[in-house]
Nanobody
Framework: QVQLVESGGGLVQAGGSLRLSCAAS????????MGWYCQAPGKQRELVASITRSGITNYRDSVKGRFTISRDNAKNTVYLQMNSLKPEDTAVYFC???????????????WGPGTQVTVSS
């Protein structure tokens, strides 16, 4: 199994910044895509940003120019730098990794428990 642990969430005023981190551990053979999803109360979980092993990134439109995703493949860690935060960014943020545990295993989705981000107006 692959365990993901997020850190860096918290309460911040509108216009402020937060940096989320997510470290993967356990039986890891290879990690393909890593990403961040968010889920606000009463809403579905949605992709915020993702990054491939080679560094190709993808962002939802509402965070383009404000959020930056990056990863350290040697540390199996993904980061999300969130700037110019808005109250509508308030949500639980979940780390995701598409990973395989052995050379013969298929790639599967793994999730972290989530970290709360609250942006006050």
């Amino acid at each position: 199994q692959v365990q993901l642990v997020e850190s860096g969430g918290g309460l911040v005023q509108a216009g402020g910044s937060l940096r989320l981190s997510c470290a993967a551990s356990g039986s890891i053979f290879s990690i393909d895509v890593m990403g961040w999803y968010c889920q606000a109360p009463g809403k579905q979980r949605e992709l915020v940003a993702s990054i491939t092993r080679s560094g190709i990134t993808n962002y939802r439109d509402s965070v383009k120019g404000r959020f930056t995703i990056s990863r350290d493949n040697a540390k199996n860690t993904v980061y999300l730098q969130m700037n110019s935060l808005k109250p509508e960014d308030t949500a639980v943020y979940f780390c995701n990794a598409i990973a395989s545990t052995t050379i013969a295993s298929p790639y599967r989705n793994f999730w972290g428990p989530g970290t709360q981000v609250t942006v006050s107006s």
